[in-house]
């Protein structure tokens, strides 16, 4: 499965928009993007996942390039409560394939008031 | 974390002791999944179940088993606890096919 690359730390200005990177250059055809944040001590949350489209739910944004080696995700409207660690996946989460993800370290993102 | 539930939240534990974590949902999820998180690793995968009775390997397996014996619970003993075995320990469930999982709350296990 493919490995992702994101920077280590970002900041952002609370009610900004944050714009998290994510390069995945060796994503296969049926792999998809994932994104998950993890607030500090909580569990890992899902966020979004897409395949080659863009996609937008009530949490967030996903831009996928038309290459699919990259991807951004982006919090329109940043608050406090978005400060966490945001881990980008590619792969699949069915179960037998599960096992080949990486979780890599993520971006730390502060939101700063 | 709606319908998951890990317990227990805390342990300390010795070397060489059987160690039992529990993970319980609500949610009549297939698939159940047990995660450890360390310092400068990102999230491993120790075991995974499919359905109930139905468990396989994850990528840090060794010195873990797992059992499902009903839907709701999935259970993952520590057989011989070891201070490498210190971690946050995290379950997750879903439903199916390529949607997120919904993690717990975590378990934090030291070993003494």
């Known amino acids: 499965d493919a490995k992702t690359t994101q920077p280590t730390s970002m900041d952002c200005a609370e009610g900004r928009a944050a714009n998290l990177p994510c390069n995945h250059s060796t994503i296969s055809g049926n792999e998809y993007v994932y994104w998950y944040r993890q607030i500090h001590s909580q569990g890992p949350q899902y966020i979004i996942h897409g395949l080659k489209n863009n996609e937008t739910n009530e949490m967030a944004s996903l831009i996928i390039t038309e290459d699919r080696k990259s991807s951004t995700l982006i919090l329109p409207h940043a608050t406090l409560r978005d400060t966490a660690v945001y881990y980008c996946i590619v792969g699949t989460f069915q179960a037998g394939n599960n096992r080949k993800l990486i979780w890599g370290l993520g971006t730390s993102l502060a939101v700063n008031p | 974390d709606a319908g998951i539930t890990q317990s227990p939240r805390h342990k300390v534990t010795e070397t060489g002791t059987p160690v039992t974590l529990r993970c319980h949902q609500t949610?009549?999820?297939?698939?159940m999944y047990w995660y450890r998180q360390d310092p400068g690793h990102g999230l491993r995968l120790i075991h995974y179940s499919y359905g109930v009775k139905d468990t396989d390997k994850g990528e840090v397996s060794d010195g873990y088993s797992v059992s499902r014996s009903k839907t709701e619970d999935f259970l993952l003993t520590l057989e011989s606890a070891t201070s490498s075995q210190t971690s946050v320990y995290f379950c997750?469930?879903?439903?199916?096919?390529?949607?997120?999982?919904?993690f717990g709350s975590g378990t934090r296990l030291t070993v003494v």
């Open positions: 949610e009549n999820h297939r698939y």
């Open positions: 997750a469930i879903s439903e199916r096919g390529q949607g997120g999982y919904t």
